[in-house]
């Protein structure tokens, strides 16, 4: 498409991230959210009054069939994301969606292949790519400056009751290694340069109510020799979120979201590294970028699909451990 034309973007989602996303959208120069879907009309109409989107609709579907949208975000519950990929290309549209692609190597693969064939932007929404702290990290990797050892990963939230981000009973079950250990495997390949060869998990009880496993523990090791640790819990009842800690061959720096630390615990000043300090926006940024230029965007769907790999193997491994 031409540079000076409006990009018209549709968002699917209007909880947490969505607003992450429509705020991150209005500071992208030539782009327009023209409309969202949420659960309801009734939420889709508030969310778009709130965040100054164009109109709310009350499906996807309603969405796919206008003509002036070139684009869609999906943030939306994860078992929804393969099937609204597929049919976003299918109608027709450039997609990102958020984090994780899909909930099984089958559907992910379905997605690529649909990518593939219609040629579209297919991105999916694998923020550490793109936080400052982790740019950072990897400008001195390809400069030649450091090289990882060793990456120690802590993903902690305290979710014994089905909540989401801003607190309010959700939907569907989240889960750490679909969607949280997505985070961690893709940027750990992503940073070393290396694929992964070697992958081991272990996760503890099953939450009677949840169906899911709360702990969970995951080993990786690259090509290049480099290791990843990764530590995930649903029952930790202390600071939340995920917290990096590269150990190099040159030094260690400690990566919190977009802030960047040394392994004393000295800030670094990571706010040249891009045109914006907001993970997500770079994230949108890259995906009007891909569109307009048409190029592949970085985080693309065929780019992501050695994590979906690694994560699937992972998944047949814990099975074999919790048969009898």
Request: hydrophobic share 40%; aromatic share 6%; charged share 20%.
């Amino acid at each position: 498409m031409t540079e000076d034309r409006t990009l018209r973007v549709a968002l699917a989602g209007g909880g947490a991230f969505g607003a992450k996303h429509a705020a991150a959208l209005r500071r992208i120069e030539g782009v327009e959210v023209a409309a969202v879907v949420s659960s309801s009309l009734e939420n889709a109409r508030k969310f778009a009054a709130e965040q100054g989107i164009g109109r709310g609709v009350a499906t996807l579907d309603e969405v796919l069939a206008m003509d002036g949208i070139d684009a869609v975000v999906l943030a939306t519950p994860t078992p929804m994301h393969a099937k609204q990929t597929l049919a976003c290309l299918e109608a027709g549209k450039h997609v990102q969606v958020e984090i994780p692609l899909a909930a099984s190597l089958g559907d992910a693969e379905a997605c690529l292949e649909a990518q593939r064939r219609t040629g579209l932007v297919g991105m999916v929404g694998h923020t550490r790519r793109f936080n400052p702290s982790h740019q950072w990290v990897r400008q001195r990797i390809r400069a030649g400056e450091f090289g990882i050892q060793q990456m120690d990963v802590q993903t902690y939230f305290f979710r014994r009751t089905n909540l989401n981000a801003l607190g309010r009973p959700r939907s569907w079950t989240d889960h750490l290694l679909w969607h949280h250990a997505a985070h961690t495997v893709d940027l750990f390949a992503h940073q070393t340069g290396s694929p992964i060869v070697q992958a081991n998990a272990v996760q503890g009880p099953i939450h009677p109510e949840l169906g899911i496993a709360m702990d969970m523990s995951i080993q990786l090791r690259a090509e290049n020799g480099a290791i990843c640790t990764l530590s995930l819990s649903f029952n930790n009842d202390g600071p939340l979120g995920t917290f990096f800690r590269y150990i190099g061959d040159t030094g260690t720096y400690i990566a919190r979201y977009d802030d960047l630390f040394t392994g004393k615990d000295e800030p670094i000043d990571v706010s040249g590294v891009d045109v914006s300090m907001d993970g997500i926006e770079l994230q949108d940024r890259e995906f009007v970028a891909a569109i307009r230029e048409g190029r592949e965007p970085n985080s693309s769907i065929a780019q992501v699909m050695a994590c979906y790999r690694t994560l699937a193997a992972l998944e047949q491994q814990l099975a074999s451990f919790s048969r009898p």
